[in-house]
């Protein structure tokens, strides 16, 4: 809330009520590897009309929230890449033909926030509404075809593992759901009446933990000195920054016994790492990756880095 206008003796007054009914919602937790599926009671599935809706919040930039295929070759997935949320629907391609029926749609950003987000998937034929935080998209698939058949099941989560080269590339979901409905299905009421059965692999709750973290703030001269451990021949570390400059040093530290240093760095928006070793001809490694600084934007973003003396 941002006043406009104080009184005169530079206070404000203000006065708040809130109306609303209760509200109870259906929360899953998943872990990265667990994945609930829906499963179909006569096998097989064929719809002209979808609605599919469901809430996710994240701190994830990859992982697949639902995924569904058939043997025809349809398929629907949901998922977020980059921290962009990608649909990409196929209703039907003939392979020995002109059709070709695979449709993407990537909306939003930075959805790896931890922030609830929700989505609206609303199909009628060829027909698409994708809905994204109150920002609707309408399109029409690629194709002739106007049904959707997938078999067996729909899965939340992830992608069951089958062997094929898509199941394994990609990452499944990690982080919160809430009231996931499938077609007037509730999901996540029938998973915690344990109608649903999700796979063996992983862990399943009903409840949304919130990350325990404690955000530090670096002005030009400061920073944060921690005592190394001894005897350790392992130099692990893992951390999130965000950033308006695209330069700054993000760590440094001395090796025991004298063995050198490695630095991380951000180098004209590329996060550098330099590893320099005092006993090896070869005395500096030097390795630059990814751009973290774009068009003044300022992003969380996760580094980590494994050393061990040779």
């Known amino acids: 809330m941002v006043p406009l206008d104080w009184n005169g003796e530079g206070r404000i007054g203000l006065r708040i009520e809130v109306y609303g009914c209760s509200y109870w919602a259906d929360v899953i937790s998943f872990d990265g590897h667990v994945v609930l599926p829906y499963r179909f009671r006569n096998k097989k599935m064929k719809t002209l009309k979808d609605v599919i809706a469901l809430k996710f919040k994240t701190t994830e930039s990859e992982g697949v929230i639902l995924h569904g295929e058939g043997q025809q070759g349809d398929y629907i997935t949901l998922e977020l890449k980059k921290a962009k949320l990608v649909f990409s629907l196929n209703l039907g391609s003939n392979q020995?033909?002109?059709?070709?029926?695979?449709?993407?749609?990537?909306?939003?950003?930075?959805?790896?926030?931890?922030?609830?987000h929700s989505v609206v998937i609303e199909r009628q034929g060829r027909s698409i509404n994708l809905t994204l935080d109150r920002?609707?998209?309408?399109?029409?698939?690629?194709?002739?075809?106007?049904?959707?058949?997938?078999?067996?099941?729909?899965?939340?989560?992830?992608?069951?593992?089958?062997?094929?080269?898509?199941?394994?590339?990609?990452?499944?979901?990690?982080?919160?759901?809430?009231?996931?409905?499938?077609?007037?299905?509730?999901?996540?009421?029938l998973a915690r009446r344990k109608k649903l059965e999700p796979s063996n692999v992983g862990n399943l709750s009903f409840s949304c933990v919130e990350p325990y973290t404690v955000p530090v703030f670096f002005n030009a001269t400061s920073y944060l000195e921690v005592?190394?451990?001894?005897?350790?021949?392992?130099?692990?570390?893992?951390?999130?920054?965000?950033?308006?400059?695209?330069?700054?040093?993000?760590?440094?530290?001395?090796?025991?016994?004298?063995?050198?240093?490695?630095?991380?760095?951000?180098?004209?928006?590329?996060?550098?790492?330099?590893?320099?070793?005092?006993q090896t001809k070869m005395s500096q490694i030097d390795i630059s990756s990814g751009f973290v600084f774009l068009y003044g934007m300022a992003v969380w973003t996760f580094t980590e880095r494994d050393s061990r003396k040779r």
């Open 135 to 189: 920002s609707m998209q309408h399109f029409r698939t690629n194709g002739e075809f106007d049904y959707l058949d997938l078999d067996y099941e729909i899965t939340f989560g992830g992608i069951p593992f089958s062997g094929k080269p898509s199941s394994s590339s990609r990452k499944n979901f990690k982080g919160c759901m809430e009231s996931i409905n499938y077609n007037g299905n509730n999901i996540t009421d």
């Open 227 to 278: 005592p190394g451990r001894l005897d350790q021949d392992l130099f692990s570390v893992s951390f999130q920054f965000r950033t308006w400059n695209p330069s700054g040093l993000l760590l440094f530290s001395h090796f025991a016994d004298n063995l050198g240093n490695v630095e991380i760095d951000l180098t004209e928006s590329k996060v550098a790492v330099h590893i320099n070793i005092t």
């Open 96 to 116: 020995l033909g002109p059709i070709y029926g695979h449709t993407s749609v990537t909306m939003g950003s930075l959805l790896d926030d931890h922030h609830w």
